[in-house]
């Protein structure tokens, strides 16, 4: 029986080059990303199904795949797919969630460590023969506003609040009581205004587009740093970059860009340019064992496809209105309300 053929876009392939090598009952090989280029390896290949990273698909790679192939996301963010798109071609859309929480709050902890420290500054400092000491801050007794209370956000907060003694506060509408939080609250402008470090974990979507704003961030205290391991899309980089350039807040450590690899919304206000900024390349979930556990769930999303487990699956467009039935002829019926 000839297996299932995956195509991975290149990147995610090598991140778990040996999953994927050796995954059993399917055929997985490194594909180009650009979406043209994929939906054309798609019909040269006659795959079955693909996992790909953050970039985004738009058209060409729903128009090539068959009704009850998969797009399986390699990550949980998922603004780079239609849903709606694929729902009415009849194509599953599927994350990965649960399996990095740990990575990325382990990163975004980090962010707040080497703010705190005056990490960055003083390493590039000592490479250049420089002898700068700087006193930095202890994180114990200082109040962490987490804009969003998932997965990622409890982690983060038990990390800060049990290992570092932060106070931490959620802005969340539902207000529940959760383990590592000082308290829950839905009044975003008050968290603020409380905060010495604020870090996003909500995602991207059209009612989040520059949800931190030039208004958001006025309410941040002057000392205040910013921490981005969610979405670039959610803040203003523009208005970010004129906070920080003024000194009206602190600082900002950001994992996530509004355009990646990264580049300027403004060729002037390029937030590479400030002392007040650390930058990473969106690496906040690629560990080793982040890595592994994410080409081993999208993997499995894709086996419960192929044995229509639609139940059991991680799907994005279940609520898109995405209909499944076996027809009596054996094919699957998927398509959109």
Not at 44 to 72: C, F, M, N, T, W
Not at 151 to 160: D, L, N, Y
Request: glycine fraction near 8%; charge should be negative; include cysteine.
């Amino acid at each position: 029986m000839v297996s299932p053929i995956v195509l991975v876009t290149e990147m995610e392939y090598h991140k778990a080059e040996s999953v994927f090598a050796g995954a059993a009952g399917l055929d997985c090989a490194p594909a180009p990303e650009s979406e043209d280029e994929l939906a054309q390896a798609v019909r040269d290949r006659d795959a079955r199904h693909v996992v790909v990273g953050i970039q985004p698909y738009r058209k060409a790679l729903y128009e090539a795949l068959a009704p009850g192939s998969v797009i399986a996301r390699f990550g949980v963010g998922h603004d780079g797919v239609d849903k709606a798109l694929a729902t009415a071609r009849g194509v599953f859309c599927t994350n990965t969630p649960g399996v990095l929480d740990q990575s990325v709050a382990e990163h975004t902890i980090l962010l707040i460590g080497a703010a705190a420290r005056h990490l960055v500054p003083l390493a590039s400092g000592m490479r250049s023969a420089q002898w700068s000491p700087q006193a930095g801050s202890e994180l114990s007794g200082k109040t962490l506003v987490l804009i969003g209370a998932g997965r990622i956000a409890q982690a983060v907060a038990k990390i800060a609040a049990f290992g570092y003694g932060m106070q931490v506060v959620g802005v969340d509408v539902t207000r529940r009581e959760i383990e590592g939080f000082y308290t829950v609250t839905d009044d975003v402008d008050r968290a603020l205004a409380s905060a010495d470090f604020v870090s996003l974990h909500f995602p991207a979507a059209p009612q989040n587009a520059h949800y931190l704003n030039a208004a958001r961030l006025e309410r941040f205290p002057r000392q205040a740093w910013l921490i981005n391991t969610a979405r670039g899309a959610v803040v203003d980089e523009l208005a970010l970059y004129d906070a920080l350039a003024e000194g009206r807040i602190g600082g900002a450590a950001l994992d996530v860009f509004e355009r990646e690899p990264y580049s300027p919304a403004s060729p002037a206000r390029d937030l590479r340019t400030l002392p007040n900024v650390i930058l990473t390349p969106h690496v906040a979930s690629s560990t080793f064992e982040a890595n592994r556990r994410m080409a081993e769930r999208v993997l499995e999303n894709i086996r419960l496809a192929e044995a229509r487990r639609y139940d059991r699956m991680d799907l994005l467009n279940r609520q898109s209105g995405i209909l499944i039935s076996p027809e009596p002829n054996g094919k699957i019926d998927a398509r959109g309300n």
